[in-house]
């Protein structure tokens, strides 16, 4: 086997688990109403089984990404791997809504551990002239995988229940553990990172306080939650704490949780903030077509994830194309098409969301969606990361993964807020469905400003060329 052979077998271990952690932030959204129904209770409470994985994934990220310095990448990849693959059966064991929403804290806590372990590989098994295809191999995967959960969920909450949506993780893990043991190397940089434990505490108390208070200020009719705290003094507070992580981020001389200089380039700025943006589009866009597709039209999980399958099909057959494009073309312009289309194809599915409408009417819009999706995530992970220089590569993939997810929890918690309170007739329901998909429509506008902003005109690799062998990854 040649050193080639060897990286792209070794990156297709990788993407395995990476694919699987990234199909449960999108898989559980078309089990929503059977969890509503079968586990009696309510849907602001089960949108937290989806806010909740968000939350314990967004928040070690970046931490997690210093530990695979210390002991070896792929030590804590499989450490991340055991633990989403047991966390994930514990998921489908749970008999009730609590303790589903624990379980998939400990599954979120597991994905974060293995998500920046991928990164580091790549800038390790890739020279700098081979790593923009592995680079766009990577974003293809978390794509194809956001879309995918639908699809693959529905036919197996119809076919077997919801709890098989969890259940499918174990086989699936299992091989990805083996993969891992035999294919990938055993590589350890020898960086001994201090952690920056004040930080890492402000920043989830902080998060956890905001997506709180959006997600369950409805249920508390924006009024007091205990002990004569608000609903707004609980959001005020999660600013405060996350202002005060911002400001102690540049008073850390040491090594400070988010190095406040990477934001210094333009393109690794614009690129984290479109992250979230279509973290944002993506999970709200998805929990939203669930809930129109069973609740208003009445399709079983198959019939929704059949519905969704041609975006699937689209954004999984154009992805590699543009992966390989983002490496000929300047990648800001095939990012600028991506954000583009699928705002446009957004916008195309509202225009037909009615109480009577036909599921037939929504395709032409998930078609346009898909074609955006393709389009979006290998160029903006190409773009982003080729930000910056070789010492913060490490840094930003971690910044850039959490961007995407702290997107995707402000999302879910602003479809919560938004839907919950007409979730009994059609009409209303639809009215909510109809007005809540403006609002990933105009972030993803917002995303395309930004992507507009990015200079990207003279793209350098992250370092020089040297031997896969001895690339070392500092975060």
């Not at 903006?380 to 971690?398: D, H, K, Q």
Request: glycine share 12%; proline share 6%; net charge positive.
């Amino acid at each position: 086997m040649t050193a080639r052979t060897r990286s792209w077998s070794a990156l297709f271990a990788l993407c395995l688990g990476f694919f699987m952690v990234m199909l449960d932030v999108s898989i559980v959204n078309i089990a929503v109403p059977s969890m509503v129904r079968e586990l009696g209770t309510d849907l602001t409470t089960v949108i937290w089984v989806t806010s909740v994985y968000l939350l314990a994934y967004a928040v070690p990220i970046l931490p997690a990404g210093r530990l695979g310095d210390r002991l070896g990448p792929k030590r804590v990849f499989v450490a991340g791997l055991l633990v989403f693959t047991a966390a994930s059966l514990w998921c489908g064991l749970s008999g009730s809504v609590e303790t589903l929403i624990v379980a998939r804290a400990v599954q979120g806590f597991g994905a974060a551990l293995l998500t920046p372990q991928t990164t580091a590989f790549i800038t390790h098994l890739f020279p700098p002239d081979e790593r923009g295809p592995a680079m766009g191999a990577w974003g293809s995967v978390a794509g194809l995988a956001m879309i995918t959960g639908p699809v693959l969920g529905g036919v197996l909450v119809d076919r077997l229940g919801w709890e098989w949506i969890f259940f499918a993780n174990v086989p699936v893990g299992l091989l990805a553990l083996t993969l891992t043991v035999f294919l990938v190397p055993d590589w350890r940089p020898g960086n001994s990172h201090r952690f920056d434990i004040p930080g890492i505490l402000l920043f989830g108390a902080g998060l956890v306080c905001v997506v709180f208070g959006i997600q369950n200020g409805q249920t508390y009719d924006w009024g007091t939650v205990v002990a004569g705290i608000g609903v707004f003094p609980i959001i005020g507070t999660g600013l405060l704490l996350l202002g005060i992580f911002v400001l102690w981020q540049r008073a850390n001389r040491r090594e400070p949780l988010l190095p406040l200089r990477i934001f210094r380039h333009r393109d690794f700025s614009l690129g984290a903030a479109s992250a979230v943006m279509v973290g944002f589009a993506m999970t709200s866009m998805l929990l939203l077509l669930v809930i129109y597709v069973q609740s208003v039209l009445g399709l079983s999980p198959a019939d929704a994830g059949l519905l969704i399958a041609p975006l699937a099909v689209v954004s999984g057959s154009v992805a590699p194309f543009a992966g390989r494009l983002s490496d000929r073309v300047n990648p800001k312009y095939l990012l600028m098409f991506g954000l583009l289309s699928l705002g446009c194809g957004l916008g195309v599915v509202s225009l037909v969301i009615i109480p009577a409408s036909s599921p037939q009417a929504l395709i032409p819009g998930l078609l346009l969606c898909g074609l955006g999706v393709g389009f979006t995530f290998s160029p903006m992970s190409n773009v982003t990361l080729n930000a910056v220089e070789r010492s913060l590569v490490g840094s930003a993939s971690g910044i850039f993964n959490t961007a995407r997810q702290v997107g995707g929890v402000l999302g879910s918690a602003a479809v919560g807020v938004l839907v919950q309170t007409r979730t009994g007739e059609a009409a209303a329901l639809t009215d909510a469905v109809k007005t809540t998909f403006l609002l990933p429509v105009g972030v993803l506008f917002l995303g395309l400003l930004c992507s507009a902003g990015m200079r990207a005109g003279q793209r350098r690799p992250i370092g020089r060329h040297r031997s896969p062998d001895r690339m070392t990854v500092t975060r």
